[in-house]
């Protein structure tokens, strides 16, 4: 569970739900229960309890996760899992497992390998981890001249474990991931086998757009499903194609009834939000000539239509709050009319048509990318507007006076530097504007905390008392905009 760091941000966005957590580690546990108790969460349960002792008396629930925990115990806890989602499922409940696959991990196995060869006589976490950090180090040094496959796809790996968890410090990953006891990587056909034999079926991945044929070429496409004769078979060329390591798979109960045909009127049940800019700062949304709105990591959407092209634009002003669809499609035809009156005429075949259109354009985004497009089934509930004394997410203030990786109230996980960081733990709502100031600036001329302004340090007491307010409405806005403040 790692302390509930996944389970209690969601109690707190979700007050209307109930939400239970179980570890075999009592510290885990104890440390989850710290954070419940300081934020004063009533909506959630950790017990310090093992999986093999959950029964049907545990209850049902809409949702069970399982993450970080199946390819990493041994095969009876493994059994345990999958019964656990299907006796604690409710009948049109999602369970999600997470587990390593092949054929990817045949190659990120022999890393593994040499890790814990390394490391075979260390029984001390720490030093097993500071061992394996120094092995990382002599394998990228010892390979950057050799031009042969081996040496290619050592370093790329090497680089790509140095790169992706411990720079970030991330020791926890490479002591349960690389150096875990147990890691029993699977294929996924045979980890759908085994789900079936639990009355359970694949419904679909938590990264959708990983499902999709059609993401690539058109001639690997037509390839893949003449090959594959079910949903299983498709998925596993699929892994095969990409050498896929990870998945994050969703379950049902065998008895429901799947809809594997997405339409656009689906999204009148979902809320859109995008960060997608327009190519063209002046994009007339009345023309139908083509216009481009570019996500953060490059990916477009490209549209003709009118309505698409007002829909996104309200989206990037919104940013990063979800809309519902119909508000969505309310609103862009107010920017379309220019008027106060922007009510359309729902019966007719131009409003249809528009919602059609709409809808197949976000759901194309969104099934190539979700950088370009997100689908959100609630609107997370925070402000963008900061008030005068601002009040910020009481779990990310608890995290804040910990670390600086703070989940906010998308449920992202975020890095805060700086001022924005040693501000967030006051913003309980108790602190106006100038006390917030009277405070930081006492901290900053004590030393007791660090600022730079144009690359440099901020200490003489004139430069703080000068540069100090303008700085405070900065990182007031950066906490806004980070989906961190409540209303």
């Known amino acids: ?21 179980i570890d075999l580690s009592a510290s885990q546990i104890a440390d989850g229960q710290a954070m419940v108790d300081a934020v004063e969460l009533k909506n959630i349960r950790l017990n310090h309890l093992d999986i093999l002792d959950v029964d049907a008396g545990f209850g049902q629930f809409d949702y069970i996760i399982a993450h970080g925990g199946y390819s990493w115990v041994p095969s009876q806890v493994q059994d345990k899992i999958l019964e656990v989602c299907r006796q604690n499922l409710a009948p049109n409940g999602v369970a999600y497992v997470s587990y ?13 390998d040499m890790m814990l060869y390394h490391t075979r006589q260390v029984a001390e976490p720490a030093e097993q981890i500071a061992q394996a950090r120094e092995l990382l180090d002599f394998l990228a040094e010892s390979v950057l001249t050799k031009s042969n496959a081996y040496a290619g796809f050592l370093h790329s790996y090497v680089n790509y474990v140095k790169e992706r968890f411990l720079p970030d410090g ?43 044929a059609g993401n690539l070429p058109d001639k690997v496409s037509v390839s893949l499903r003449q090959m594959a004769k079910n949903t299983i078979a498709l998925e596993q060329y699929m892994d095969f194609l990409r050498n896929r390591m990870f998945r994050q798979t969703l379950l049902c109960h065998q008895e429901v009834q799947l809809k594997s045909k997405l339409t656009p009127e689906r999204l009148a049940k979902f809320y859109v939000a995008s960060s997608a800019l327009p190519k063209n700062p002046e994009i007339d949304i009345h023309s139908t000539s083509v216009d481009k709105f570019y996500a953060p990591n490059g990916d477009t959407l490209a549209t003709d239509h009118p ?15 979800a809309v519902a669809f119909n508000t969505l499609l309310l609103a ?33 985004a969104y ?50 530097e700086g001022l924005s960081h040693y501000l967030l733990s006051y913003l309980d709502g108790s602190w106006s504007r100038a006390a917030l100031l009277k405070v930081l600036q006492n901290l900053l001329i004590e030393g007791t905390i660090e600022v730079e302004q144009d690359g440099k340090p901020l200490k003489a007491p004139a430069d703080i008392k000068r540069a100090l307010p303008e700085m405070l409405e900065a990182a007031l806005r950066s906490l806004a905009d980070a989906a961190l403040l409540v209303g």
């Open 307 to 321: 309505v698409t092209k007002a829909a996104m634009l309200y989206l990037t002003e919104v940013w990063p709050q």
């Open 100 to 112: 390593n696959t092949y054929p990817g991990w045949h190659l990120h196995g022999a890393i593994r």
């Open 170 to 212: 991330d020791d926890a990953y490479l002591f349960h991931n690389e150096l875990a006891e147990v890691n029993e990587p699977v294929y996924f056909y045979q980890f759908a086998e085994r789900a079936a034999g639990h009355g359970l079926r694949y419904l679909a991945e938590a990264q959708f757009q990983t499902m999709l």
């Open 1 to 21: 569970m790692r302390r509930g760091g996944n389970l209690i941000p969601m109690a707190q966005g979700l007050p209307e739900s109930e939400f239970v957590g």
């Open 332 to 364: 862009a035809y107010s920017r379309l009319n220019g008027s106060g009156d922007s009510t359309p005429d729902f019966a007719s075949p131009g409003f249809a048509n528009d919602m059609q259109i709409l809808g197949a354009g976000l759901l194309n």
């Open 367 to 416: 099934s190539y990318n979700e950088d370009i497009v997100e689908l959100h089934v609630h609107a997370p509930r925070f402000v963008r507007e900061i008030s005068e004394r601002p009040v910020a997410s009481p779990v990310a203030r608890f995290q804040a006076k910990r670390n600086t990786r703070i989940t906010n109230l998308r449920h992202e996980l975020i890095q805060l």
